[in-house]
Every structure is written in C-alpha cells, then in structure tokens.
C-alpha cells in the first residue's frame, strides 16, 4: 500500500459518515421528529469513543496486537522523516513565520470555507429556493459525499505514484492537488450559484464541488505534516484551531445576507463569494506553498529537503 492510499482509507471516512448521516437523518426527522436526530447520532458517537478508547494506543509499539513485521514496516517507513532525538523544545517563532505554513493554512481556510459553505447551506437552498422536502433534502445533500471518497481514494493511490515514479515531487504533487481541492471546487461552487431554480444543474454542480474537494487530502492536509513531522501534533493543533475560528464565521456571513431574504440573489452572493475566496487561496499556495522539510523540524538538521516518500508496503512485504 501507498501511504496516501492508507491515509484515505484511514481518513475518508468522514465523507461516507456525513452522507449517510445526511440520508438517514432525512428520514428520521421525517418519521420521529428532528429530536430524534440528535440522540441516535449521540449515541453512536459515545459507541464509537468506547472503541477509541479500547483499541487505540500511544505508540505502535506499545500496542498488544501489532505483529513483528508491522511493527519493523512502521518503524522502518518513517526514513527520514522523524528524528528521534529531538530537542524538547518547540521553535515557536520559527512555527509563527514559516511562511510555508502560513501558506498552508491559509489554503485550508479557503477550502474548509467553500466545502462547509456549501454542504451545510446547500439543504437550506434546497428547502427554501427549491422547495425539497425532508427527505430529498437529505437524500441530495448526502449523495455527493458518497462520490467524494472513491474520488480522493483514487486520487491519493495517484499521487503516491507520482511521488514514488519520481515523476513529480512532493511540492508539486500537493499543489497539483490544490488545484482541485480549492481552484477547481471554487469553480464548481461559482457554478452552483448561477444554476437558479434547476434542479439538475444544481445537484450536478453541488456534487461536483463536494468530489472534487477531496483533492484536499493528497494536498495540503499531509503537506502540513511535510513541514516538519517532529512538531506535526503542534502544527496540526494550530491548523485546526485557526481553521475552525474561521470557518466558524461562514454561518454568521451567511446569515447577514440572506436574512428574511430567501431568494436566488441573495444566495447567488453567498456562493460567489465562497467561491472566490476558496480559488484565491489555492492561488496563495500555488504560488508560495512548499512541502519541504524544515530545517526548524531538527535544530541539529543543517539542510532543507523534502520529506521522503514512505515505502512501498508490498515492496516490503515481498521483499
């Protein structure tokens, strides 16, 4: 196996997860009431935290289960990557102004703005512009999220043999990627906006910018660990931090021009918007991203250089 192609299978999930929440949250509010919703979902989110709990462990090596061969394959694929004597110490203020960084989670921003603009209004413009019911709400708001996984596993198994063939290298691979989580997703999302009352032209255009945004996991969501994976758990609390505050504010930009204004006008504005800042952003890191390993990832690490590509698993496994 690749490592993309494990990341995806490992990380995708959150695609089929929302479309059958989507799908079956349709019908339970249709049939038992919108409370309903909450405590199945609950419920099995507490299910799932058990299972965390019981079968996740701090280190491959500490785990009760993990074979020999596994656990020499995971040691042995980290290369070059982890340095195990690392200073205790973060470089805060290298962190801060790695402009690659910055650069990296600036192009998160755009496309978690686009993505969660349009899956979480996209069943409001169904309702009040279309005029679905519960249950088609659900239904065509869930369906593109199951195209998204199959798109992003496939694209993922295609990026590491990029990387792999040595036909591209990990830079340009998570830009390539970029061009369709934020450039290409931010001209499907402008298209939607101008798809008015057309039922097919919208639903083709919403699954078309809900697929094409898995890109994003062959880009800049593993980029941010290329940087320096001594210091991936600060880089990745950072990230997610700044990423949530600021798409947090989607709903509320959202509310402010649509407010008792329903219409196709004032949607097309939500839209364009969430479009252009999701493409511009893509830009940025077109322009400005690296995947280069840091030389603040290892204070004792003279020379920048990319991260290596982890092995091929049956190369190991056969070999």
């Known amino acids: 196996m690749y490592y993309l192609y494990v990341y995806h299978v490992c990380c995708e999930g959150t695609s089929v997860g929302t479309a059958v929440t989507y799908i079956v949250c349709g019908y339970l509010m249709d049939w038992l009431g919108w409370e309903s919703v909450f405590y199945i979902t609950g419920s099995i989110g507490l299910l799932w935290h058990v299972c965390w709990t019981l079968l996740i462990h701090d280190s491959p090596r500490t785990h009760p289960t993990i074979t020999e061969k596994e656990l020499k394959y995971i040691e042995n694929s980290l290369g070059n ?3 195990k004597n690392v200073s205790s110490s973060t470089p805060w203020k290298s962190i801060l102004t790695s402009l690659p960084l910055i650069v990296n989670i600036v192009s998160q921003i755009g496309y978690n703005w686009g993505m969660y603009t349009i899956s979480l209004q996209a069943p409001t ?4 512009v279309l005029g679905f019911n519960l249950k088609q709400t659900g239904i065509w708001s869930g369906v593109p999220h199951l195209f998204l996984w ?6 993922g198994c295609l990026c590491d043999y990029l ?7 990990i830079t340009n691979v998570r830009k390539l990627a970029c061009v369709f989580s934020n450039i290409i997703h931010g001209l499907f999302i402008l298209t ?4 008015g009352c ?3 032209f919208v639903i083709f255009n919403l699954v078309c910018a809900v697929v094409v945004s898995g890109a994003i996991s062959s880009g800049a969501l593993p980029g941010i660990v290329d940087l320096a994976p001594n210091f991936a758990g600060v880089l990745q609390g950072i990230n997610g931090t700044i990423v949530i505050f600021c798409i947090s504010i989607s709903p509320y930009i959202v509310g402010l021009i649509t407010y ?7 949607w097309k504005k939500v839209f364009i918007v969430s479009a252009a800042f999701c493409s511009l952003t893509g830009i940025a890191f077109l322009i400005f991203g690296s995947s280069k390993l840091q030389k603040w990832n290892n204070e004792e690490q003279k020379d920048v250089k990319e991260i290596q590509p982890i092995i091929h698993y049956r190369d190991y496994m056969l070999g």
């Not at 199959?150 to 694209?155: E, I």
């Not at 939607?192 to 798809?195: C, L």
């Open 81 to 83: 990557s982890i340095v």
């Open 125 to 128: 413009y169904f309702k009040f």
């Open 150 to 155: 199959p798109f992003a596993f496939s694209f």
């Open 163 to 169: 990387i792999k063939a040595n036909i591209m290298s």
């Open 192 to 195: 939607f906006a101008y798809s």
């Open 198 to 200: 057309n039922d097919i």
């Open 260 to 266: 008792q204004q329903q219409t196709i006008e004032q």
